[in-house]
């Protein structure tokens, strides 16, 4: 199991370089589908993984000068908030509800990808209040499902906090580190985390973002985009007809010895 682990880890870590975001995409369905992780102790998991490649991803955006502490840390504090209550929520669920809504929001990253972003900044910043209002929802969502919400925190930075492309993408690191943190506080208190294969993980995917960030310049972005769009659309159809289909039941030995 654990060089399958490092393997796939490596992937989770390569996404964040290459899109700056899409690694906790990967994480949840990883832990639950490939590594045999309970799905609710997956979802914290994923939480610990992506903070911590989120920030060891932040430091190269720092030192470009690509990270708006301000508003980071308004939109983080206001975000880990959301996670934090998220998080606790997520205990009164039921693990196929947690993993339903996990693959609706794959679905609605799926969209966003393969729509892109606009490279445009704004001119005007809106109010602060509307900062701190989506830093809530998206952190809400965050702590639910354990989805860092790069593909969501992105897009807000850009339109709500008035950042160009490149310095949102950098400070989105520092809201994702700051909201998974929180998230993973507020599902602590009903899962326990093997702390081995969150480390084994998490180290995995800090090199795969390092490789990422490497790779970066030599693929196009927009092919990147798209390519992962689709792998993502078709891992979110995955999870929902695992977890909405119903098994099949079990043939009894007496059934089979009458059938014959």
């Not at 693959?103 to 701190?132: D, E, H, K, N, Y």
């Not at 969502?141 to 008035?162: C, N």
């Not at 159809?237 to 059938?259: D, I």
């Amino acid at each position: 199991m654990l060089p399958l682990a490092i393997a796939l880890s490596l992937l989770i870590g390569v996404s964040l370089g290459l899109l700056g975001g899409g690694g906790s995409i990967l994480t949840t369905p990883i832990l639950v589908y490939a590594l045999g992780v309970e799905p609710k102790t997956a979802i914290a998991s994923s939480l610990l993984v992506v903070g911590v490649t989120s920030l060891a991803a932040l430091g190269q955006h720092a030192r470009d000068g690509n990270v708006d502490w301000r508003v980071g840390l308004v939109f983080g504090a206001a975000g880990m908030l959301g996670a934090y209550a998220g998080g606790v929520v997520a205990g009164f669920l039921s693990a196929t509800v947690l993993l339903v809504l996990f693959a609706a929001m794959m679905l609605a990253t799926s969209v966003a990808m393969f729509r892109g972003r606009s490279a445009a900044a704004p001119v005007t910043r809106p109010a602060g209040w509307m900062i701190v209002l989506d830093g809530l929802v998206v952190g809400a969502v965050t702590g639910l499902v354990g989805a860092g919400g790069g593909f969501l925190v992105v897009p807000a930075l850009t339109l709500l906090g008035g950042l160009p492309m490149r310095r949102a993408v950098g400070t989105s690191l520092l809201v994702i580190a700051l909201k998974s943190f929180a998230g993973y506080a507020g599902h602590a208190g009903h899962v326990q985390i093997d702390p081995y294969l969150v480390g084994v993980v998490a180290a995995s995917a800090v090199v795969g973002s390092l490789v990422g960030g490497r790779l970066g310049s030599l693929v196009s972005p927009d092919a990147l985009r798209r390519g992962f769009a689709g792998f993502v659309l078709v891992m979110a159809l995955f999870v929902l007809g695992k977890e909405l289909m119903p098994a099949p039941e079990p043939v009894s030995t007496a059934e089979v010895r009458s059938a014959r």
